[in-house]
């Protein structure tokens, strides 16, 4: 097949000059988090796709060393300047020749990509054409989100028990902390600290976690958000990185308290106000979210009374493609394979098609 993409190589100048025009771009993609990568002196490249003169997409990629194997891994990448061109089936069968050529110059053990492209089945049946697999593992924050839509968000949309909960939280006195300082900060990481890991639950190292989120605090992307009652006793915890019409609710906590969901409401609630009059259109409920099929075929999920949570809220439901895989050692692929369903496994995710999948609409037509 003759060659109608070229993949050329960025400085992170350039990139970041380009990524103004990406569709469907995360604050994963941008400067704040890519200066923090370096601290951690993760190795990483970046690359313009273009065909002919016309820019289509932006590639980035790391390379990561894991028990599993080391990988090249393209996070929410590609994000494309044309969004037209992600149904293209050429693209995608230059780009899987164009990975598969840098994972083997890389020496790893696969490729892996998580594309924030929306998932339909025609896409499915392009990248299973194509020879890309479907990952071992679900990854799920990195292709299942809910979304609100700031102008359109009531409060009635809350579901009426969260919503009396909440209203009663209101009248004890309850109060939403919303800052952009280093205080507030620590005070929501000593809560973290303290956050005993439970099952299914994803954790940070403590250091990482940290450093992260003051890459985003020096580059005033970062809102730290407290729930407390009136004697300063602390139920719920989030982070938020801010972008300039989206924004991410990265990672939030609460306490094993009974008030602890609806002081979660509270604050989330305070924080659609505060970024409503600051002119931000959406916000990424982001992560810690399922299919729509664990609620249909009843199965259990560590991640399913928070996701209830942001169902209850109004959100909308989005499904990127699902991660994708390109094994370059096949052997030690499917070792490394079956190690990664083992720890899904171990902390109590289910393994279960999406909703667009090919399988499951052949099967519908049958």
């Known amino acids: 097949?003759?060659?109608?993409?070229?993949?050329?190589?960025?400085?992170?100048?350039?990139?970041?000059?380009?990524?103004?025009?990406?569709?469907?771009t995360t604050f994963y993609n941008n400067k704040s988090r890519i200066e923090f990568l370096k601290l951690r002196k993760r190795s990483m490249k970046m690359f313009i796709v273009k065909q002919q003169n016309?820019?289509?997409?932006?590639?980035?990629y790391q390379k990561i060393s894991a028990r599993s194997g080391a990988f090249l891994y393209f996070q929410h990448s590609p994000v494309f300047l044309d969004l037209s061109e992600s149904n293209s089936e050429g693209f995608w069968q230059e780009l899987y020749s164009f990975a598969k050529d840098q994972g083997k110059k890389n020496n790893v053990i696969y490729v892996r990509?998580?594309?924030?492209?929306?998932?339909?089945?025609r896409l499915l049946q392009i990248l299973d054409t194509v020879g890309f697999q479907k990952a071992p593992v679900q990854e799920v924050d990195a292709c299942i989100t809910r979304v609100i839509t700031i102008s359109s968000y009531k409060p009635a949309n809350i579901e009426t028990s969260l919503k009396d909960t909440m209203d009663i939280l209101k009248d004890q006195g309850f109060i939403v902390d919303i800052k952009d300082d280093a205080v507030t900060l620590e005070s929501f990481m000593m809560m973290y600290k303290k956050i005993k890991t439970k099952q299914g639950e994803t954790t940070l190292p403590f250091d990482y976690m940290k450093s992260e989120l003051e890459a985003y605090l020096t580059n005033k992307e970062?809102?730290?958000?407290?729930?407390?009652?009136?004697?300063?006793?602390?139920?719920?915890?989030?982070?938020?990185?801010?972008?300039?019409?989206?924004?991410?609710?990265?990672?939030?906590?609460?306490i094993d308290k009974e008030e602890s969901l609806a002081a979660q409401g509270l604050l989330l609630e305070e924080l659609i106000t505060y970024l409503k009059k600051n002119k931000c259109q959406e916000i990424d409920l982001w992560g810690e979210s399922v299919t729509e099929e664990i609620y249909k075929r009843k199965l259990s999920h560590p991640w399913l009374t928070i996701d209830s949570f942001k169902r209850d809220f109004g959100s909308t439901l989005v499904t990127y493609i699902t991660p994708i895989d390109i094994p370059i050692n096949t052997t030690v692929y499917r070792a490394s394979g079956l190690y990664q369903r083992f720890n899904m496994a171990?902390?109590?995710?289910?393994?279960?098609?999406?909703?667009?999948?090919?399988?499951?609409?052949l099967v519908e037509k049958k």
């Not at 060659?3 to 380009?18: C, G, H, Q, V």
């Open 222 to 254: 970062l809102l730290t958000c407290i729930c407390h009652d009136i004697n300063g006793t602390v139920y719920a915890g989030a982070v938020v990185v801010l972008g300039k019409k989206c924004s991410w609710y990265y990672w939030a906590l609460t």
């Open 346 to 361: 171990r902390r109590g995710y289910p393994y279960v098609t999406f909703e667009h999948d090919k399988d499951e609409q």
């Open 1 to 24: 097949m003759e060659k109608t993409y070229s993949f050329l190589e960025l400085s992170e100048r350039d990139y970041y000059k380009a990524l103004l025009k990406a569709q469907n």
């Open 54 to 60: 016309k820019d289509i997409a932006l590639l980035m």
């Open 113 to 121: 990509f998580t594309p924030r492209v929306e998932q339909t089945t």
